[in-house]
């Protein structure tokens, strides 16, 4: 059964970079089947979809933040990254890797979460 | 982008009694709709996909309805573990989008 676990640090300088790593286990991740994405939670609010990465190093990203951000994927290691450059204390959130269906047309629903990791921003 | 609305944000209801929870897209995402359901402190979970397709091992009282811009999520006879917020999601184009949840609480 596939599951995907979140780690990185908890707590970031404003300015600075967050970066979390997502460990995809009892599955490849370079099966084509799939997106791998990220998603935050702001405390106590909704749902924010940030970015996908396909096995082959494809991405997109939300434009809200595509200026400040990088996902990238390691095959070898069954795992998939984020970085996001100069964050503020809006950055604050919990952290969802999530496993995303591939269908023919494009995107299909968020099948398997990350239990999500608390990221705060602060001095 | 398409932005989700849901609505209410939050329904009361007695156990054993029938919820019904809506959503609204700004532009047609044909079926291309999921429901998802958060608990605290727990990632949310797929309950419903392509609209009205239920994940593996979601029970049968839960279903959902619509196309288009118009959607549906019902839970035909509230259990205990039901009350949660339910959060619905287009995967239409991109940038996928959620809309704002709905926080089904006890009554």
């Known amino acids: 059964q596939v599951q995907l676990q979140e780690s990185g640090p908890g707590l970031v300088t404003p300015s600075q970079t967050l970066s979390l790593t997502c460990t995809v286990s009892?599955?490849?991740?370079?099966?084509?089947?799939?997106?791998w994405s990220w998603i935050r939670q702001h405390p106590g609010k909704g749902l924010e979809w940030i970015a996908y990465?396909?096995?082959?190093?494809?991405?997109y990203y939300n434009p809200s933040l595509k200026s400040r951000l990088t996902i990238s994927v390691d095959t070898s290691k069954n795992q998939f990254s984020l970085t996001l450059n100069s964050v503020t204390a809006a950055d604050t959130a919990i952290y969802y890797c999530?496993?995303?269906?591939?269908?023919?047309?494009?995107?299909?629903?968020?099948?398997?979460w990350g239990q999500g990791t608390m990221v705060t921003v602060s001095s | 982008e398409i932005v989700m609305t849901q609505s209410p944000a939050t329904l009361s209801v007695s156990p054993g009694e029938r919820a019904t929870l809506s959503c609204r897209a700004s532009?047609?995402?044909?079926?291309?709709l999921a429901w998802y359901q958060q608990k605290p402190g727990q990632a949310p979970r797929l309950l419903i996909y392509?609209?009205?397709t239920r994940a593996t091992g979601i029970p049968a009282r839960f279903s959902g309805s619509g196309s288009g811009t118009e959607f549906t999520l019902s839970v035909s006879s509230l259990q205990s573990e039901d009350f949660a917020v339910y959060y619905c999601?287009?995967?239409?184009?991109?940038?996928?989008?959620f809309g704002g949840g709905t926080k089904v609480e006890i009554k």
């Open positions: 999530a496993r995303e269906v591939k269908q023919a047309a494009g995107s299909d629903a968020f099948d398997i």
């Open positions: 009892g599955g490849s991740i370079s099966n084509d089947n799939y997106f």
């Open positions: 990465i396909y096995y082959n190093g494809n991405t």
């Open positions: 532009q047609s995402v044909n079926n291309n």
């Open positions: 392509g609209a009205s």
């Open positions: 999601q287009h995967y239409n184009n991109l940038p996928l989008t």
